[in-house]
């Protein structure tokens, strides 16, 4: 069967910004004819060699492998290079927003200034940490098995798309962000890495993994399929395995879901309240009471245990990282 190359019209609204000329951003708008074989990257140059010249944007290997070219289309993050426009039309329909990774960063259209991305990056070791004799007498074989553990988060190819649709590093600029961590994770799970620092960083409150609302944006938009968000979450475990967790809420709300699991097969949002927050729980008490009005909590006595207890029970112990400490 003969492949066929269909065109059908788009428009595009495109967010326009110079730092050095603007004082708020705008948008042009664009008609443009696009065809079932283009991709993202295809439209920003039809934009720039046909229509106008001063439009910026980064771009440079157009295989995937940079990650220089990323924006964001109807806010969803996209690696221009990889994006078809066939699946981004079914997606959003014939009318498209282009934008860059993060207006607040924006310097000129789709390029922002990464400053942060960099720091955050650098911020968990992105290295491995060895004590290597300058000239070695043999090599330092990793098995394949040892380099499975690697989970692929060596493949990232740092494009920013999972840390800019981060709804924390939007809002806490402390917060590491989930490229940070895929890094951090690469060189954890790494057997050669002899770093005591990069997980008690990584697992410490505010810049560390603990801040994450497991949204699954950043799994959603990795152009490479990493799946940072299982990298956080196994950046938990190895906390708990090497005694890296402080004694804070969020830990003690992790291992208070453990408890209660453990205890009865469901889970007590009362009682995971209570074990996490401590005394601190009595400014929750007017929102306690209207969601006890409302039926929202049951009291103790009313909640059930599982019929299947001993299987569950072997579960948590066979899956626990958890320290009885907390």
């Given at each position: 069967?003969?492949?066929?190359?269909?065109?059908?019209?788009?428009?595009?609204?495109?967010?326009?910004?110079?730092?050095?000329?603007?004082?708020?951003?705008?948008?042009?708008?664009?008609?443009?004819?696009?065809?079932?074989?283009?991709?993202?990257?295809?439209?920003?140059?039809?934009?720039?060699?046909?229509?106008?010249?001063?439009?910026?944007?980064?771009?440079?290997?157009?295989?995937?492998?940079?990650?220089?070219?990323?924006?964001?289309?109807?806010?969803?993050?996209?690696?221009?290079?990889?994006?078809?426009?066939?699946?981004?039309?079914?997606?959003?329909?014939?009318?498209?927003?282009?934008?860059?990774?993060?207006?607040?960063?924006?310097?000129?259209?789709?390029?922002?200034?990464?400053?942060?991305?960099?720091?955050?990056?650098?911020?968990?070791?992105?290295?491995?940490?060895?004590?290597?004799?300058?000239?070695?007498?043999?090599?330092?074989?990793?098995?394949?098995?040892?380099?499975?553990?690697?989970?692929?988060?060596?493949?990232?190819?740092?494009?920013?798309?999972?840390?800019?649709?981060?709804?924390?590093?939007?809002?806490?600029?402390?917060?590491?962000?989930?490229?940070?961590?895929?890094?951090?994770?690469?060189?954890?799970?790494?057997?050669?890495?002899?770093?005591?620092?990069?997980?008690?960083?990584?697992?410490?409150?505010?810049?560390?993994?603990?801040?994450?609302?497991?949204?699954?944006?950043?799994?959603?938009?990795?152009?490479?399929?990493?799946?940072?968000?299982?990298?956080?979450?196994?950046?938990?475990?190895?906390?708990?395995?090497?005694?890296?967790?402080?004694?804070?809420?969020?830990?003690?709300?992790?291992?208070?879901?453990?408890?209660?699991?453990?205890?009865?097969?469901?889970?007590?949002?009362?009682?995971?309240?209570?074990?996490?927050?401590?005394?601190?729980?009595v400014k929750h008490i007017p929102v306690a009471f209207k969601m006890f009005k409302k039926g929202k909590i049951a009291m103790p006595w009313e909640i059930p245990t599982s019929d299947n207890m001993d299987e569950i029970k072997k579960l948590v112990a066979s899956s626990s990282t958890t320290k009885e400490r907390f």
């Amino acid at each position: 069967m003969e492949h066929k190359i269909t065109t059908q019209q788009v428009k595009f609204k495109v967010f326009r910004f110079n730092s050095d000329e603007d004082y708020l951003p705008y948008y042009d708008e664009y008609d443009i004819e696009v065809t079932s074989e283009d991709v993202v990257l295809d439209i920003l140059n039809k934009i720039k060699w046909e229509l106008d010249g001063s439009f910026s944007y980064r771009r440079s290997c157009r295989h995937g492998i940079c990650g220089a070219c990323a924006i964001k289309v109807n806010g969803r993050s996209t690696l221009a290079c990889k994006e078809s426009m066939t699946d981004m039309i079914e997606l959003f329909g014939d009318e498209l927003t282009f934008e860059p990774l993060s207006k607040k960063r924006a310097v000129k259209d789709m390029i922002i200034d990464k400053a942060d991305f960099w720091q955050k990056n650098e911020a968990v070791q992105p290295y491995l940490v060895s004590d290597v004799e300058e000239e070695p007498e043999t090599e330092h074989i990793v098995s394949p098995e040892d380099a499975e553990k690697l989970d692929e988060a060596d493949l990232c190819i740092q494009c920013g798309a999972c840390h800019y649709a981060c709804p924390v590093v939007e809002v806490n600029d402390d917060f590491f962000g989930p490229a940070a961590f895929a890094k951090a994770y690469r060189f954890e799970a790494d057997v050669r890495d002899e770093s005591n620092s990069r997980i008690v960083d990584v697992n410490a409150p505010k810049q560390g993994v603990w801040d994450c609302v497991k949204c699954f944006e950043c799994a959603e938009v990795c152009p490479k399929d990493i799946n940072p968000i299982e990298k956080i979450t196994k950046l938990h475990q190895m906390g708990f395995e090497k005694g890296a967790v402080d004694n804070n809420v969020a830990i003690r709300h992790s291992v208070g879901f453990k408890h209660s699991i453990k205890k009865r097969g469901v889970l007590d949002e009362g009682g995971l309240v209570l074990y996490s927050e401590g005394t601190s729980i009595v400014k929750h008490i007017p929102v306690a009471f209207k969601m006890f009005k409302k039926g929202k909590i049951a009291m103790p006595w009313e909640i059930p245990t599982s019929d299947n207890m001993d299987e569950i029970k072997k579960l948590v112990a066979s899956s626990s990282t958890t320290k009885e400490r907390f």
